[in-house]
């Protein structure tokens, strides 16, 4: 099986612009994610797909592979679909945002052998035990729930499951953490779904794939690496690399 990490990146956003170019480090953010997700033992190959010359030409200075891909996606899985249909090689796809510089590479792994180890996967995602309560009823901590088989059976910001008798909360809660492993067909078959009732009232796109009889498996971790949304964060994870050296 032919597996290849794709890292959709572009320079548009709305709290923090160019953010895959920003340098502070000494790197480029997409430098360090790329640098992260290689070091997963299970990938064949990593590479950014990315519509904007500026980080094609990023990628150029540090030796990283890279896809231009079209300005008309209005999302990243439909970015990795076009290099997935353009590489048909790639047997498997593994997601990973461009914001995340510190993902364990574990977790990569893990991913990976979802799906390998289940021919009956589709999709393969990660999820964690909730241990702050304020997570468990913050609309944007998304919480997942699991059937026996570990496979999703919902995904939602709202709290579930609803904790009718008032038990002890702790362990009953998982968040789900934005990385996905593909099968290639099931990739391509996503991405030309038209959106669904569940995915647009939650603005959850996992929903869709549910919706449509995929089967997700979740394993769960307990390192979850911080993405980079904000010019704040990307401060905290200057600090947190100059404290390193």
């Not at 320079?11 to 340098?23: D, E, I, N, Q, V």
């Not at 430098?31 to 950014?48: G, P, R």
């Not at 997942?144 to 570990?150: E, G, M, P, W, Y």
């Not at 919706?211 to 390192?223: D, L, S």
Request: glycine share 6%; hydrophobic share 35%; aromatic share 6%.
């Amino acid at each position: 099986m032919s597996i290849t990490a794709i890292i959709p990146a572009r320079y548009a956003s709305t709290r923090f612009p160019g953010k895959p170019l920003a340098k502070e480090t000494g790197k480029y953010l997409i430098e360090h994610v790329y640098e992260q997700v290689s070091k997963a033992k299970s990938l064949d190959s990593v590479l950014i797909a990315t519509d904007d010359v500026r980080i094609a030409e990023a990628c150029e200075s540090f030796g990283g592979v890279y896809e231009m891909t079209r300005d008309d996606h209005q999302c990243g899985t439909d970015r990795l679909a076009e290099v997935a249909e353009k590489r048909p090689e790639i047997e498997l796809i593994v997601n990973v945002q461009g914001d995340e510089p510190e993902i364990d590479p574990g977790s990569i792994d893990l991913l990976v052998d979802l799906i390998r180890n289940d021919e009956l996967v589709d999709i393969a995602t990660l999820c964690a035990v909730i241990e702050n309560e304020r997570e468990v009823t913050d609309p944007n901590v998304v919480k997942v729930v699991l059937d026996k088989k570990s496979h999703a059976l919902y995904f939602s910001r709202s709290t579930i499951p609803y904790n009718r008798d008032g038990a002890d909360w702790q362990g009953m809660y998982r968040k789900h953490l934005g990385i996905y492993a593909y099968r290639r067909d099931a990739l391509l078959k996503f991405s030309k779904l038209a959106q669904t009732p569940l995915e647009m009232s939650e603005k959850l796109e996992q929903l869709r794939a549910l919706e449509n009889g995929f089967t997700i498996a979740v394993g769960e971790v307990k390192h979850t690496a911080v993405g980079i949304d904000t010019p704040e964060q990307y401060s905290e994870f200057v600090k947190r690399i100059q404290n390193k050296e």
